[in-house]
């Protein structure tokens, strides 16, 4: 049974195109497609979706970072139904296209969604301290590869050692590191005060550390991932997210390879826990004894390291689930 109400609202798909400085927007009513541009600010975003107020409005929008922080801000204050898609699926979704620009863009957005509604999980807003810690941590990683990129460039000042301007190069160079440095530091003092702050966060946060490998870094990494591991709660899910699960290569009778990981994957998160697997296995515990063992029975060694990572995740996951510590087996001297 629908009530008036229902029966007299418009479903209506919306896809949209973000860039810095505007919105591309298709709107799909029943058969029929407009288009329409507006400026990406607050103010204009409002007074675009305010008509829409008592529709059954289905909006989408591909993950652009930053970019979809004002849209994603005003949607919060209405009841629409509201996905964010990944570039990688939407791109890979389309197949074979010919020609591209931002109203054709808005389009796919709007035709992917309307296929793929069931299969994509629902946006929903997230608490101001996992939108700190995002944000936080964001600004860190470009600021770690801010560093690289200068230290790098440090080496080559050696070639302009017969201009004499390699000395005054490298000491600017290694002043901006340094500014990088404090910087960075003071971002992860920040994130660490965020924790802090929310009681829930600063539990999952001591609960999640206790399993062998797991330093700040990846906590803060794994507790934005999950948003509190709330949007995530599976750690196969996880695993699979973070390129750690090795898949099957198999066509028929004549092709089959050795399982691999998928290189469709969060590399950041996947590079953490490589470093995470390779500190557990450095110290007795079970999974440096994990380690040891299939590599004495002949297994690959990068093979074991990523089955070590999967462990890691399995183990944080469960933690979590039973609000218990880490219980480290007894390892006899």
């Not at 949607?75 to 964010?84: D, G, Q, R, S, T």
């Not at 003071?186 to 550390?209: G, P, S, Y």
């Not at 870094?217 to 599976?234: A, Q």
């Not at 060694?301 to 070590?308: L, T």
Request: aromatic letters at 8%.
């Amino acid at each position: 049974m629908y009530s008036s109400k229902n029966k007299f609202m418009k479903n209506i798909v919306i896809g949209i195109d973000i860039s810095k400085k505007t919105l591309d927007i298709c709107i799909k009513e029943e058969k029929s497609f407009n288009y329409i541009s507006i400026e990406n600010k607050p103010q204009a975003i409002r007074r675009f979706f305010k008509p829409y107020t008592k529709e059954d409005l289905v909006v989408a929008m591909e993950n652009t970072g930053r970019y979809n922080w004002h849209l994603l801000e005003v949607l919060e204050a209405f009841n629409f139904k509201v996905y964010v898609i990944s570039p990688l699926h939407l791109k890979r979704s389309m197949g074979v296209t010919r020609g591209k620009n931002d109203k054709i863009d808005a389009l796919r957005i709007c035709s992917f969604i309307e296929k793929n509604q069931q299969e994509t999980r629902q946006w929903k807003p997230c608490p101001d301290s996992i939108k700190k810690i995002k944000v936080l941590l964001t600004e860190r990683a470009s600021r770690i590869k801010a560093k690289k990129q200068f230290i790098t460039t440090s080496h080559d000042y050696k070639l302009m050692k017969n201009i004499n301007l390699d000395k005054l190069l490298s000491n600017l160079n290694l002043k901006m590191v340094k500014t990088i440095e404090l910087q960075i530091k003071a971002l992860e003092r920040e994130i660490e005060d965020v924790i802090a702050n929310d009681q829930k966060l600063a539990q999952q946060q001591k609960l999640i550390k206790s399993v062998p490998g797991v330093g700040k870094v990846l906590s803060w990494m794994l507790l934005s991932k999950t948003e509190g591991f709330s949007v995530i709660t599976d750690p196969r899910k996880m695993a699979c997210y973070s390129g750690v699960v090795p898949f099957d290569f198999q066509s028929g009778t004549s092709i089959k390879k050795r399982p691999s990981v998928s290189m469709l994957a969060d590399k950041t998160i996947k590079t953490v826990l490589h470093m995470a697997a390779m500190s557990a296995i450095r110290r007795k515990n079970d999974l440096g004894d994990f380690y040891l063992r299939k590599v004495a029975e002949g297994k690959n060694k990068m093979s074991v390291i990523n089955a070590v990572r999967n462990k890691i995740i399995h183990r944080v996951f469960a933690v979590i689930k039973n609000q218990t510590f880490y219980q480290k087996d007894l390892v006899l001297p």
